[in-house]
């Protein structure tokens, strides 16, 4: 995951703390909240200001962009029904990008 002064310097995203704030993306707001997890993993939690509108493909690339590096693999993960949690506050028009900071997920690249 980039640096915190690297994401400062993203001109379209404006800070609202030390690991959350707001960007605009083709005429959108989203508020992006990010971190490291104590399970290892990075992790970017997206949603739109307007609650009727979940982030699309490729909104979801240019924030995987503008978060990690380019050889930094991130998924978004479709867990078990089971497992299934719904967003922020109850909101379903979160999503996630997560990257397992061992690489782990890199070996699914390779099979």
């Not at 240019?62 to 991130?74: G, H, N, Q, V």
């Not at 997560?98 to 690489?103: A, K, L, Q, S």
């Amino acid at each position: 995951m980039k640096t915190i002064d690297e994401l400062k310097a993203y001109s379209k995203l404006k800070m609202l703390g030390q690991n959350c704030g707001e960007i605009r993306l083709k005429g959108k707001r989203f508020t992006v909240i990010w971190g490291y997890n104590e399970n290892g993993y990075e992790h970017v939690s997206v949603s739109c200001r307007n609650h009727n509108i979940v982030p699309t493909w490729e909104q979801m690339c240019e924030l995987k962009d503008i978060f990690f590096y380019p050889e930094e693999m991130a998924v978004q993960i479709h867990p078990k029904a089971s497992e299934y949690v719904h967003g922020i506050g109850g909101l379903d028009n979160v999503l996630h990008l997560w990257r397992c900071i061992d690489d782990k997920w890199e070996m699914l690249r390779n099979k």
